[in-house]
């Protein structure tokens, strides 16, 4: 014993402990170092991907947008906000879009609900998935193809001709607003019905019977679990088809024939035709804006109604 009192550690115990716990940290943040590049090696293609195809661009637009018009058409470097003051100018446009988007996403919603109640609550096991594919095919054929025939069905020798010939004469139904909403419920339908399924095939089906047990009669059970339960996959339908409608261009071209104009059209003008970029970046930017209050208003509105997060596609 020395003076201290204390015996001295002929094998240096003490140490050993204190050396094995250090390669043992440092060995961890080593795994953790070698995970993190990794994961690092793993999101780099797509963070590329991304900031090429998506952030860049949309750096471009906006530095665009504070532009002016050069005397030959294009971009001349700028400083003002003059684009977005004139925003007023192309008023009819986002009327025409802000009205018919969100009128055409309710109509399809409102024929989407009963396919996807059935799909996912009612069909036979058996029959689901060619029913579900039967949904799917139309996206097989070309959305331009499909707006032909549609033109072709309301035009002068579609319907129009079918009821002048049983006496109901001078009926216009093509390059109306109508006419339009008709072509978007036909091509987004899918995109409605799909995660409106998903919402409802992920349902408990003992939440049902618990309901008709407590004597909850048909209509109380789908208000207060079915489409309550359903309400995420709803929002998620609606925002995905909204957000799609909102930079529409095809429809209103060959429906609307020029007289119902969507916010689409005027990029397209004004970008091609016009070559005023800098207005058409400021709608353009004005358009994603739009698009994510959209996103964040239905995120809310389905977390509050639902007390749930909103339902993915897969």
């Known amino acids: 014993m020395n003076r201290t009192g204390?015996?001295?550690?002929?094998?240096?115990s003490t140490?050993?402990?204190?050396?094995a716990g250090a390669e043992t940290a440092f060995s961890m943040r080593g795994n953790h170092l070698r995970k993190t590049l990794l994961t690092a090696l793993l999101l780099a293609p797509a963070t590329l991907w991304m900031v090429v195809f998506l952030v860049l661009p949309f750096v471009a637009i906006a530095v665009f947008s504070v532009g002016e018009r050069a005397p030959e058409g294009g971009y001349q470097a700028a400083f003002t906000l003059a684009q977005y003051a004139n925003l007023p100018a192309r008023a009819t446009a986002f009327w025409n879009t802000m009205?018919?988007?969100?009128?055409?996403?309710l109509a399809c919603l409102l024929v989407a609900y009963p396919v996807a109640y059935y799909l996912a609550l009612r069909a036979p096991e058996r029959w689901r998935l060619i029913?579900?594919?039967l949904v799917v095919i139309p996206f097989w054929t070309s959305l331009l193809m499909r707006t032909y025939a549609w033109m072709y069905v309301l035009g002068?020798?579609?319907i129009?001709?079918?009821l002048a010939y049983v006496g109901i004469e001078d009926i216009r139904l093509i390059n109306t607003p109508g006419a339009v909403l008709l072509g978007i419920v036909y091509g987004y339908l899918p995109l409605m019905i799909l995660p409106i399924y998903v919402s409802l095939e992920r349902l408990d089906r003992r939440l049902l019977e618990a309901s008709a047990d407590l004597g909850a009669t048909p209509v109380a059970t789908f208000l207060g679990v079915t489409l309550r339960l359903s309400l995420p996959g709803v929002m998620t339908g609606f925002s995905l088809v909204m957000i799609l409608l909102l930079g529409e261009y095809l429809i209103p071209t060959l429906l609307g024939g020029g007289k119902v104009f969507f916010i689409g059209n005027a990029l397209v003008d004004l970008?091609?035709?016009?070559?005023?970029?800098?207005f058409g970046s400021a709608i353009a930017i004005t358009l994603v804006?739009?698009?994510?209050?959209?996103l964040i208003a239905a995120n809310r509105i389905s977390t509050r109604l639902s007390g749930a997060r909103r339902v993915d596609l897969i």
Do not use: C, H, K, T
């Open 99 to 105: 009205v018919l988007a969100p009128a055409g996403a």
């Open 271 to 278: 970008f091609l035709q016009s070559r005023n970029w800098p």
């Open 289 to 294: 804006l739009v698009s994510v209050v959209v």
């Open 156 to 158: 002068g020798r579609g």
């Open 160 to 162: 129009p001709a079918l």
């Open 131 to 133: 029913l579900l594919a």
């Open 15 to 19: 140490g050993g402990q204190i050396s």
């Open 6 to 12: 204390y015996e001295p550690d002929p094998d240096n």
